[in-house]
């Protein structure tokens, strides 16, 4: 096989329980009702990544065009906002922490595959991003990436190794530029 990746072996391969299967085909017909939902109705949105496991603090806003791809593995903190565009691809455990915000267009990824196997089978990571963070605009969050409270991520920030708390990260890889105050880093 000379490393190459066997289609085939993949595609056989079983990522999801029937169980899983079902929810996700559940969550795919209440889809619509989230999506949408008028950009008020932050509690209406709440309501309905709740009946699907996720846990939802008080406050959070979730604009209606935000992809969630699993929302029973969110776990997200009191008075968060997430801007239009975000995508949460919470395939593995993602847990983000109060008073955090997600800005436009960002990508949270909970997955990856593993590329040293031929099967290259899927890995659902977890994601932590902590208190008071701040992920600007377009910025993307790899997999098994924790995220310290009140970290900044500049926009467009590749950020695909651990931050520690308070640094202020910006670029492709993301580089610590700056540290706030009042934050061990």
């Known amino acids: 096989m000379n490393g190459s990746f066997d289609v085939e072996a993949n595609r056989k391969d079983r990522k999801w329980s029937c169980q899983a299967l079902f929810v996700r085909v559940l969550w795919g017909l209440a889809h619509p009702f989230f999506r949408f939902s008028p950009r008020l109705l ?10 699907f496991g996720a846990k939802i603090g008080a406050g959070v806003r979730i604009f209606p065009n935000v992809q969630i ?4 593995t969110l776990n997200i903190g ?5 801007g239009n565009g975000v995508i949460l691809y919470a395939l593995g455990e993602v847990t983000i922490g109060p008073r955090t915000t997600v800005s436009q267009g960002v990508h949270v990824c909970g997955g990856t595959h593993d590329w040293r196997d031929p099967t290259f089978p899927l890995i659902k990571s977890p994601v932590t991003i902590g208190a008071d963070v701040w992920v600007a605009a ?3 969050v790899g997999p098994d990436v924790v995220i310290g409270d009140g970290a900044i991520l500049g ?5 695909v190794k651990s931050v520690p708390a308070g640094s202020i990260m910006a670029g492709n890889p993301a580089k610590k530029i700056g540290q706030r105050n009042g934050f061990d880093g």
């Open 155 to 159: 926009a467009r920030a590749v950020v």
């Open 138 to 140: 377009d910025a993307f």
């Open 78 to 82: 009191d008075h968060c906002t997430f």
């Open 69 to 72: 791809i699993i929302p029973w």
């Open 42 to 51: 932050w509690g209406w949105r709440n309501m309905i990544l709740r009946l």
